[in-house]
């Protein structure tokens, strides 16, 4: 079955920088997209960074210029390096598989920016 995990979470102070894997198994991994989502207390889940099977890249527009997304497709991952990270970063961070219509999620990994 489809499985996505992740993994390089923790806490940060603002300014610094994080990276976050997503490894993925189930899959012929390099015939999908994955994406990047985040969830803050109380508020929706929301996009952060999307790659393609071709590596082409969308960002929400609160992480652009700051975070970067990338796969390997050779180890199954994708990875998203967080830059310059702020307060507002905070939440949990997950990733994503559309794989025959249906959403697949990982666990999640808690990012916390903080002083």
């Known amino acids: 079955q489809v499985q996505l995990v992740e993994s390089g979470g923790g806490l940060v102070q603002p300014g610094g920088s994080l990276r976050l894997s997503c490894a993925a198994s189930?899959?012929?991994?390099?015939?999908?997209?994955i994406g990047w989502y985040r969830q803050a207390p109380e508020k929706q889940r929301e996009l952060v960074a999307q790659i393609t099977i071709g590596g082409m890249t969308n960002y929400g527009d609160s992480v652009k210029g700051r975070f970067t997304v990338s796969r390997d497709n050779a180890k199954r991952a994708v990875y998203l390096q967080m830059n310059s990270m702020k307060p507002e970063d905070t939440a949990v961070y997950y990733c994503n598989c559309k794989v025959r219509g249906r959403d697949y999620w990982g666990q999640g990994t808690q990012v916390t920016v903080s002083s």
């Open positions: 189930g899959i012929l991994f390099s015939n999908y997209g």
